[in-house]
């Protein structure tokens, strides 16, 4: 930013920190404030963190009257900020996580729904076939399990009318 944009930043910043403690500054009080705050500009903090750091000071210290304590709170405040950033961050991933878990739990039970609907409308004698299908497949894949073997063979029955009967459509 240019000095004279600084500037104009800083006697906005001034100007809403007395506005928001409903005080009318003298004159020299206000020059005073304009250069305190141009300088936390000058060593770098930006628009922003003095902008929140003003919310911060006047919410925790409701009784300030000095913009020159801005100085002292403003690392305190930006913290804050950044951890409040952070949670806020990590609350909208959880819920974009979650989203997507429905989302995927709702598009496996549309699955499942049209998997099922399909067995249904098979002819037993195709459906039977299917089934010896997946059966062989498992026996094949996985000689001697008798534990969920069924479920297995179920599994593979699902998959090979999702395969030839629902991808076509």
């Known amino acids: 930013m240019t000095l004279n944009a600084l500037i104009l930043s800083a006697r906005e910043l001034v100007d809403k920190f007395y506005s928001r403690l409903g005080q009318r500054p003298s004159k020299v009080k206000r020059e005073k404030s304009l250069e305190e705050c141009l300088n936390l500009l000058l060593e770098g903090f930006t628009v922003e963190e003095v902008d929140y750091a003003i919310t911060w000071l006047i919410q925790h210290h409701p009784t300030t009257g000095s913009f020159a304590r801005l100085s002292h709170f403003i690392d305190q405040a930006i913290k804050e900020w950044q ?39 098979l002819p037993p004698d195709i459906l039977e076939g299917l089934y010896h299908e997946a059966k062989l497949f498992i026996e094949e894949e996985s000689p001697g399990l008798k534990f969920g073997k069924e479920l297995m063979i179920q599994v593979k029955l699902n998959e090979l009318v999702k395969l030839r009967y629902l991808s076509s459509a």
């Open 83 to 121: 951890a409040e950033q952070h949670t806020q961050e990590v609350d909208e991933e959880r819920s974009r996580t979650a989203e997507q878990q429905r989302a995927e739990h709702q598009r496996m039970e549309e699955e499942r729904h049209q998997i099922e609907e399909a067995k249904a409308l």
